[in-house]
């Protein structure tokens, strides 16, 4: 017992290591700073609680429903644990960064259960804690989605009896759970919980193939009927909301159309899933060079993890290239950690002190430094801007610009500051990303967003800035109805997000504001 103890003391350390830089990260730089979208799915809980609507303001230029009267723009299941976090912690950005750390801390609690249930070797343990790291945005509905996703992972093995320890036969309640939390996963994220479900769905017909039993019918036909089921009960007695729902569906469709992936979104994939895509590219390879049978019940337990995750992981990550929208290639990055240990695992049971396994385990270490591109940015460059203008610094500079605006007039915001406009109930306050309904193809939307609303000021992050505005700002300079802008960037030392070749791999890593006033004829 003390050396299982002592085992798993150290297996369990560089998922500590990993949470413990992410605390400190948190604390002393308030970082990752809160991206585009993170205001967008908690606004609506911050009005509640500061102005008493269930609806999001600074959508209400592109979205109406969500902006005025109801939001529901996306499922709802987040909105639970932030409403009740928020109540007791406030609704400040960096409360909101706590409560995102908080559910990771939980996730990476769940991954570490399951590859102790799936009794993988210590060291592929901590090489796989390693790609903890790579995670480095965490402020959406995702968060959330991926641990009860990952959740529901923990109970489809503790429901297979290939999965099972020979005192501790499984028992059928697991199986139900598991379908539940699938249904919980889909109305939290739609995208994530399509992919646990392609992912379990896989994995539930191999386990019952390998292992010799019956496939559950009931409980996964649940995993489908179950949604469909509330979507229409949904559509019929809250027509509002439906409404709500289609109306972003519109705007941002998760289906972008049949597209060749181009050279960035290929670069994004190889440094957010790198670990996925080396266990896809050399997993058969591995077993056509395979020196020794592998037919233990330990060995093919890591193989229906690893092929049914690997599935649903490559099949995301091609639609993300191919027809899906590209910010959906960041889900395989959550179930990276528990491919590379399977991966490693099967590796280190085939080619046991075999030059092949030494070859395998540098080029998975190497992949991790691929990745670890934007965390060690964050650590170094994040550091020295939080140093140039933190957290604290830019709020106050923020209510101060607030407070100063007259009554009535319109400010956009980037997501990261509209906490703390929220408070503000004498002006109007928009998303910088939300000034004009979406029109597909459209290249000036934010200098008609600017024309339409005449705000009196903008206050933007570097990266908002400098990705979209300042090139809007010179647009709207030449129009005779503005007579005069004004940009003061209160940055000091420059931070990626002003190079646009920078800005691609380390962006929403500087708090600073940058500031434009604005004077209209």
């Known amino acids: 017992m003390t050396g299982m103890y002592a085992k798993l003391q150290r297996g369990s350390l560089v998922f500590a290591l990993v949470y413990g830089w992410k ?70 950005a960096l409360s909101m960064m ?42 959406r509905p995702d968060t959330f989605a991926q641990l009860l996703g990952m959740t529901a992972v923990y109970a489809w093995v503790r429901s297979r009896r290939i999965f099972a ?58 995993t489908i009927l ?57 997993l058969p390879w591995a077993w056509f060079k395979q020196r020794r049978d592998y037919d233990s019940v330990t060995g093919l337990r890591h193989e229906v ?33 528990l491919i590379v240990a399977a991966y490693l695992s099967v590796c280190g049971a085939l080619f046991a002190g075999n030059t092949w396994l030494r070859v395998q385990v540098v080029l998975v270490l190497l992949a991790l430094l691929l990745g670890s591109v934007r965390a060690v940015g964050m650590s170094t ?32 915001l980037s997501s990261a500051f509209l906490y703390e406009a929220a408070r503000h109930k004498n002006i109007r306050w928009l998303h910088s990303d939300w000034l004009m309904e979406f029109k597909q193809g459209e290249t000036h939307a934010d200098a008609q967003g600017l024309l339409r609303w005449r705000p009196t000021q903008l206050i933007l992050t570097q990266f908002d800035y400098f990705r979209r505005y300042r090139q809007a700002i010179a647009e709207v300079e030449s129009d005779p109805h503005l007579r005069r802008a004004r940009i003061e960037n209160t940055i000091h030392r420059p931070a990626p997000d002003s190079s646009e070749r920078l800005q691609r791999v380390l962006q929403h890593i500087s708090w600073a504001p940058v500031i434009v006033d604005l004077e209209w004829k």
Request: aromatic share 12%.
């Open 23 to 92: 605390i400190v990260l948190c604390v002393l730089t308030a970082q990752p700073v809160p991206s585009n979208d993170s205001f967008f799915y908690d606004g609506a809980v911050v009005n509640y609680l500061l102005n008493g609507g269930y609806h999001n303001p600074s959508l209400a230029a592109a979205l109406p429903i969500s902006g005025t009267q109801v939001f529901s723009a996306y499922p709802p299941l987040y909105q639970v644990p932030l409403l009740a976090w928020a109540s007791v912690f406030g609704v400040t």
């Open 98 to 139: 706590a409560l995102h750390l908080f559910i990771f801390g939980l996730y990476m609690l769940v991954l570490l259960a399951i590859l102790r249930r799936l009794q993988v070797p210590d060291w592929c343990v901590q090489i796989a804690g390693a790609f903890l790291v790579l995670i480095t945005f965490h402020d």
């Open 165 to 222: 320890e020979e005192t501790s036969p499984p028992a059928a309640g697991w199986t139900w759970l598991m379908a539940l939390l699938l249904v919980m996963t889909l109305f939290t994220s739609l995208q994530i919980g399509g992919t646990y479900l392609l992912w379990l769905w896989i994995g539930t017909a191999m386990a019952c193939l390998v292992g010799k039993e019956r496939f559950p019918v009931g409980p996964m036909l649940a």
């Open 226 to 282: 179950a949604p469909l089921a509330l979507v229409f009960l949904i559509s019929r007695l809250l027509p509002t909301a439906w409404h709500g729902f289609l109306e972003h569906v519109h705007h941002t469709p998760t289906f972008a159309g049949l597209r060749f992936p181009q050279f960035a979104e290929l670069l994004k994939a190889g440094r957010t899933n790198p670990g996925v895509l080396l266990a896809a590219f050399f």
């Open 305 to 337: 993890v690893l092929v049914s995750a690997l599935l649903a992981a490559m099949a995301i990550l091609a639609g993300s290239l191919c027809v899906l929208t590209p910010n959906t290639v960041g889900i395989p990055s959550y179930f990276q950690p």
């Open 381 to 412: 460059w994040g550091v020295a801007c939080a140093r140039d203008v933190g957290y604290s610094a830019a709020i106050q500079r923020v209510r101060q610009e607030l407070d100063q605006q007259p009554a009535g007039s319109t400010v956009v």
